[in-house]
């Protein structure tokens, strides 16, 4: 079966790049057999990885070769592919969203070998409107007390003359148990808080803001009666929102990664017919994450305004912004904003600076979590390391069972050392007489990683010749 191996060198992999920017590098070629390669394509993509559904995305597609390779074939090839202008890099709790350069080499017959490179992309400028968290946006709120209280007399009089005019007992008990409730919902929600408080106008004067700039909005109304509150708030927030599973499996994640209260007024008596009015202006801070609405995988950014009423149903609502950016260059490579330590993290460590004992660390500890351990053996496969393993025994497929032996190869069960990491090594044949005279003793050798074994949970890993 013709088989070969890929790596990518980025010219510039510690550059920051923005939108529109040319990305450069080097893919390399290792063919272990004759191949016959209907193409060598290298894309500039961007994929999200945690719990919500995985979204991804393709900007820019080259061909750099087409041909034949020979067996012990090495070749090199440039590219030159276009950074998307959107979306952000950002790593998150919920959410982790990288941008790669892809390369795949289509083998017919053979499983297509690919590679990838990881690179930071910052914005400068705002994406299409369809591309950031836009929905339930809200300017206003005069309508809401209207709308419950005439979702609440429909819900009641057509309720009602529906069981009169049927008479019906199955209806009775269906709208009892369900529309009821959801009245008394609209009524504690909309019309008590408007009993007392009025009519209540809130409003944005900007939707769209940067980090850094300052937030303006307006609450006004006129009580009714004299109320008692206990205080009025506004509370800024930022969180990601994401949606796994699909049908009655499909649930939302919602993580809180911000949240910033600010207290308009205290304890005090209203005071019936005196307007209140609040002209607010909230600093956005400058290292915050843009909004951003891909799919399942939402980053939102929402001011909440509350009128806190002991006893009583408290009036509030909230008002959607998009946070985007504001036109400038990113000026050094920074971590994403709001960085977590997880599988994405420990992926994006150059491979200069990571060894082979914290890649096994981090799978042994992530091994229950097959996500993850999936996130993080993508990012590092086609690394290669200097490491040790016990051999355990060798297995008896080999040549086209697996695309990753050696021709006259073999492929053996071993361990890591420290931690016990289960692993599949695919040994050359002139290696055969080193690995078998280690015993139990650690045998030491270079490889690089090329997958990861679902069925028996197992790291494949190439023995490199010395």
Not at 21 to 43: F, N, R, S
Not at 168 to 181: C, K, R, S
């Amino acid at each position: 079966m013709a088989k070969c191996d890929l790596s990518i060198d980025l010219d510039d992999p510690d550059k920051v790049y923005v939108g529109g920017d040319k990305i450069t590098g080097t893919v390399h070629v290792i063919a272990d057999a004759d191949v016959h390669c209907k193409g060598l394509e290298v894309q500039s993509t961007w994929r999200t990885h945690g719990r919500g559904n995985i979204a991804q995305g393709n900007h820019d597609t080259v061909t750099v070769f087409q041909g034949e390779w020979s067996a012990g074939q090495r070749e090199s090839y440039r590219f030159e592919l276009r950074v998307p202008y959107w979306p952000p890099s950002y790593h998150g709790n919920y959410i982790n969203l990288d941008h790669y350069v892809d390369a795949r080499a289509k083998i017919p017959w053979a499983f297509d070998p690919k590679a990838s490179a990881e690179y930071m992309m910052r914005p400068t400028d705002a994406p299409p409107a369809d591309q950031i968290a836009t929905k339930n946006q809200a300017n206003g709120c005069v309508g809401f007390g209207l709308l419950g209280l005439v979702g609440a007399i429909m819900l009641f009089g057509c309720g009602g003359a529906f069981v009169a005019l049927v008479a019906n007992p199955f209806v009775a008990v269906f709208i009892g148990l369900f529309l009821v409730p959801i009245a008394a919902f609209l009524t504690a929600r909309y019309l008590l808080p408007k009993w007392l408080l009025g009519n209540v106008t809130c409003e944005l004067k900007d939707t769209q803001l940067s980090p850094g700039d300052t937030l303006r909005a307006r609450l006004e109304f006129e009580p009714r009666r004299g109320t008692a509150i206990n205080s009025i708030s506004a509370t800024l927030t930022g969180s990601e929102v994401c949606v796994s599973g699909s049908g009655s499996n499909r649930t939302t994640h919602r993580n809180v990664f911000f949240e910033e209260r600010h207290q308009l007024e205290g304890a005090t008596t209203l005071q019936a017919g005196q307007a209140k009015q609040f002209d607010l202006a909230l600093p956005i801070p400058a290292d915050v994450p843009y909004s951003f609405d891909l799919n399942d995988n939402d980053l939102n950014w929402e001011l909440e305004l509350r009128v806190d009423i002991p006893r009583w149903p408290d009036w509030h609502q909230k008002l959607k912004f998009q946070v985007v950016p504001d036109g400038s260059r990113p000026k050094t490579e920074s971590p994403a904003p709001h960085a977590m330590p997880d599988a994405q993290a420990t992926a994006a460590t150059p491979d200069d600076e990571i060894t082979f004992v914290e890649t096994a660390s981090h799978l042994w500890q992530l091994r229950d979590d097959g996500e993850q351990v999936n996130v993080l053996v993508d990012a590092v496969t086609g690394l290669t390391f200097d490491m040790e393993a016990i051999v355990e025994r060798r297995l008896l497929y080999s040549g086209s069972e697996d695309p990753h032996v050696y021709r006259d190869g073999y492929a053996v069960w071993a361990h890591h050392t420290d931690p016990p990491l289960p692993l599949v090594l695919y040994v050359p044949h002139e290696l055969a007489d080193e690995f078998e005279q280690a015993g139990r003793e650690p045998w030491r050798f270079r490889g690089t990683i090329v997958g990861w074994d679902d069925d028996h949970r197992r790291l494949q890993i190439k023995v490199l010749t010395h």
